[in-house]
């Protein structure tokens, strides 16, 4: 059996008889690493497959590490109109500090500011100005620099040195998926469509949610006027949902927001630890307001450490865990995992948690939470004794799907599995980000 889903079962509620009968899961591995990358890719998304399947009666799961492998590189894949889309920033990536290796992220406009103002550059700079101005301090000086200023910089660290650490110890405190209960609440049957209410940006918990309408949920994706979001994120995650803004500063939005959590199923959030406490959207308030209601969360550090509230992002994650050094090309420059896997893999597994929630909920009754770490799922690769299957060539034509759109013809990967024959491609492709009502379908 797959190592990572073994792990995950006892959250699933689900046996390995079980997942022996319901599963049909390829051999070989299609993402080639010096990292069990397959494995966990194909573990996680057999979660939700298996998960799913036990929500709506047992059919049997279908996963193909070939279509797996697709998925999970959907930023290199992804076209509009023939046309790939923009992916890292020029102020993303790599940069050599005087004594080692620095990560950036600055894909996003306030993001990049931050480390502009942190570095003390002039916006209008280059990259070349950016790598001038860390070449001259250490990376840990550049790391407490950026991140003080609110910005997004890590020092690259060895495996080693990560496991060494505090913060290794604390995110090692979590499972790899969290699924129970904190408290008494009624039975909920579960509906047709269950309602999701998706307040998740930038990778994982987009994965999650869409996972969640491709298997039926009604989701309604919820962001702030005031942030932005790339097109070509969107075009990937946004397959079967809905996408409205509200301004979470405005007590009448606000209202509105909670009068949506009352006809809820689901509240799935993928911002810091403690950041939404003042719109009393965390899990402690909802307990009690909406004891119902599945409340899921995702976070790139766990919560506890002294890293919880910090930003982050499956690269930077990468880079701080050791990754980025097992995957160097010459032993020496900084590499990255074959996809962002942490991302897509932990957003499958919060998507298992969901569905195992939503089953339970009606089952058992209870206050159900759900949680899962990019960090956590870092450091499972590294640490397990997996090694993938044999490598496998994938041409990507046949597992890809062309949809046209009010934008053009998109062309993205097929989902990741299959139930029975079902599934196998998304609904609603191309809806404009931010451009439906704040209400339920």
């Known amino acids: 059996m797959n190592h990572l889903l073994r792990e995950v079962l006892p959250a699933l509620d689900l046996s390995e008889s079980y997942a022996a009968q319901h ?21 996680a998304v057999a979660a939700a497959g298996l998960a799913a399947s036990a929500l709506v009666g047992g059919e049997r799961v279908r996963v193909d590490p070939r279509q797996v492998a697709v998925s999970f590189r959907a930023d290199q894949l992804l076209r509009l109109d023939g046309e790939s889309l923009p992916g890292f920033a020029p102020m993303s990536g790599f940069f050599e500090a005087s004594d080692g290796w620095v990560r950036t992220h600055a894909n996003y406009p306030h993001h990049r500011d931050r480390l502009l103002r942190a570095l003390g550059l002039p916006g209008g700079v280059t990259r070349a100005d950016v790598a001038a101005a860390i070449a001259t301090a250490t990376a840990q000086e550049v790391e407490d620099l950026v991140t003080s200023d609110q910005g997004i910089a890590v020092r690259v660290r060895s495996w080693a040195e990560w496991r060494a650490g505090e913060q290794a110890a604390a995110v090692a405190a979590h499972d790899l998926l969290e699924v129970g209960t904190v408290g008494a609440a009624a039975p909920v049957a579960v509906r047709a469509a269950p309602r999701v209410l998706d307040l998740t940006r930038v990778l994982a918990g987009p994965v999650a949610t869409r ?19 790339l097109d070509a994120l969107y075009l990937d995650t946004g397959p079967g949902k809905r996408s409205t803004l ?18 809820a199923d689901v509240l799935v959030t993928g911002y810091r630890p403690g950041s939404l406490v003042a719109f009393g959207l965390d899990p402690e308030r909802l307990a009690h307001t909406h004891p119902h209601l599945v409340c899921a969360s995702l976070s790139a550090w766990t919560p506890s450490g002294h890293w919880g509230a910090r930003r982050g992002f499956d690269s930077i994650v990468q880079a701080a865990t050791g990754i980025a050094l097992i995957e160097s090309p010459d032993g020496r420059t900084p590499g990255a995992l074959p996809a962002q896997a942490l991302d897509h893999a932990t957003g499958y597994l919060l998507a298992a948690g969901i569905l195992t929630a939503l089953r339970r909920r009606a089952a058992e009754g209870g206050t159900w939470r759900v949680s899962a770490h990019l960090a956590r799922t870092a450091q499972w690769l590294p640490a397990t004794d997996a090694l993938d299957g044999p490598a496998v060539a994938v041409a990507p034509e046949p597992w890809l799907m062309h949809a ?9 990967p097929r989902p990741a599995f299959r139930i029975d024959e079902r599934f196998s491609r998304f609904a609603e492709v191309g809806r404009r980000w931010g451009a439906d009502e704040a209400a339920w379908s």
């Open 23 to 43: 599963l049909a899961l390829a051999g070989g591995s299609a993402l080639p690493s010096a990292l069990p990358v397959s494995t966990l890719a194909c573990g």
């Open 246 to 263: 509200v301004d979470l500063h405005d007590e009448h939005a606000r209202a509105r927001l909670h009068e949506l959590l009352d006809q």
């Open 211 to 229: 996972t969640l309408a491709l298997v039926g949920c009604d989701v309604l994706r919820v962001d702030s006027p005031h942030l932005p979001e």
């Open 404 to 412: 046209p759109t009010e934008r053009g013809e998109v062309r993205l």
